[in-house]
Every structure is written in C-alpha cells, then in structure tokens.
C-alpha cells in the first residue's frame, strides 16, 4: 500500500511540477508502530469499556485495526526485499 501512494504521489509531483519526497519505512520501523498502536488501542479500549466512553472505545478499535494494517504492510515489505 505504501508503495502505492508513493507511486500515486511521484506522478501528481510531476504533473504538477514540485518535488516532494514520501518517507518508505523500512520493515522493522512498521513492526514497532504496529506495536505502539496495539498496545495505545487496547489501552483505549480498555479505558472505554471501565470510564463507559464510546469515543475512547472508538478510538482505541482504529488504533487496533490500524495496528494490524501496519503488521500486514510489514510482511509484505518483508516479501518485497
């Protein structure tokens, strides 16, 4: 997905003509976010479900599932190398 955007980005920079530059973080960096972001989300959600917050609930579940979106985009850069 990463890759994608990059490519998507690289030709709105040319056909706009700027020149603006998209990190690509390497395998172990998307491996550590996705740890963060479990560990922040299951906090979240567990804070939600004790103080009866929906919004915190909430935005402990995207931090989950975003979690497991960068877990998958780190094995796929692990196929990539």
Request: positive net charge.
């Amino acid at each position: 997905m990463i890759k994608e955007v990059n490519q998507a980005c690289e030709k709105l920079n040319n056909t706009l003509g700027i020149s603006v530059a998209l990190p690509n973080p390497k395998r172990k960096t998307l491996k550590t976010a996705a740890v963060c972001n479990f560990i922040v989300g299951a906090g979240l959600v567990a804070a939600g479900i004790v103080f009866t917050s929906k919004s915190c609930a909430v935005l402990g579940g995207i931090g989950v599932i975003n979690s497991v979106v960068l877990r998958k985009e780190s094995r796929n850069k692990e196929n990539e190398s």
